[in-house]
């Protein structure tokens, strides 16, 4: 099983950015799929972003499109997320998780390793 570390979340205002970095174990991160999730209280864990192996297959949830960006570093065994234009309703615990076989999904089920999460928290 991969094993995921998120950090860099925080607190931000209404506007501001954040970026969240997620290090992985493994000598095969590099062929992994890997996404971003988030839980809002209350609510279920919802799609945030994904990326290929190889970087050039990227998919955004609409809520976040145009202001989020995901990245990898393979070399560096690391999958970041540029959070920009950030809004109260963005507050939520960001979850990074790998799927070792299989292309982008948008269904949580179907990644198979997850981080401990990290809050971000915006206020309006």
């Known amino acids: 099983q991969v094993q995921l570390v998120e950090s860099g979340g925080g607190s931000v205002q209404a506007g501001g950015s954040l970026r969240l970095s997620c290090a992985a174990s493994?000598?095969?991160?590099?062929?992994?799929?890997m996404g971003w999730f988030r839980q809002a209280p209350g609510k279920e864990r919802e799609f945030v972003a994904t990326i290929s192996w190889n970087g050039v297959d990227i998919y955004y949830a609409d809520s976040v499109k145009g202001r989020f960006t995901i990245s990898r570093d393979n070399g560096q065994n690391m999958v970041n997320l540029q959070m920009n234009s950030l809004k109260p309703e963005d507050t939520a615990v960001y979850y990074c998780?790998?799927?070792?076989?299989?292309?982008?999904?948008?269904?949580?089920?179907?990644?198979?390793?997850w981080g401990q999460g990290t809050q971000v928290t915006v206020s309006s």
């Open positions: 998780a790998a799927r070792t076989t299989g292309w982008p999904s948008m269904n949580f089920l179907d990644y198979d390793s």
């Open positions: 493994g000598r095969t991160f590099s062929t992994y799929t």
